[in-house]
Nanobody, 122 residues
């Protein structure tokens, strides 16, 4: 089991930046890929991006590419989502999750954080 806790969400204005954190504990040695997802009210959970824990390589959804960056600090067992140039449509609850395989599908992730709210206002 891996326990994940997100933090860093809040209320910001369009164009601002925000950095989310996801701290992992428990069987952290089992982490292979860490993904970020988001879910807006009444919408399906959507893939934001994911990072290979070992290599640091990351992939992103087209909607956030060029604006969001995923990184990790191995010593702190923490993954980050740096969000720049935030838009109103970025408003959602953001979740981090663990997967053992390279994937973008929520059902393939077996451990999830509780989520952190990001609200972007005009």
């Amino acid at each position: 089991q891996v326990q994940l806790v997100e933090s860093g969400g809040g209320l910001v204005q369009a164009g601002d930046s925000l950095r989310l954190s996801c701290a992992a504990s428990g069987r952290t040695f089992s982490v292979r890929y860490m993904g970020w997802f988001r879910q807006a009210p009444g919408k399906e959970r959507e893939f934001v991006g994911a990072i290979n824990w070992n290599s640091g390589g990351a992939a992103y959804a087209d909607s956030v590419k060029g604006r969001f960056t995923i990184s990790r600090d191995n010593a702190k067992n923490t993954v980050y989502l740096q969000m720049n140039s935030l838009k109103l449509e970025d408003t959602a609850v953001y979740y981090c999750a663990r997967s053992m395989i390279r994937t973008i599908f929520p059902q393939d992730f077996d451990s999830w954080g509780q989520g952190t709210q990001v609200t972007v206002s005009s």
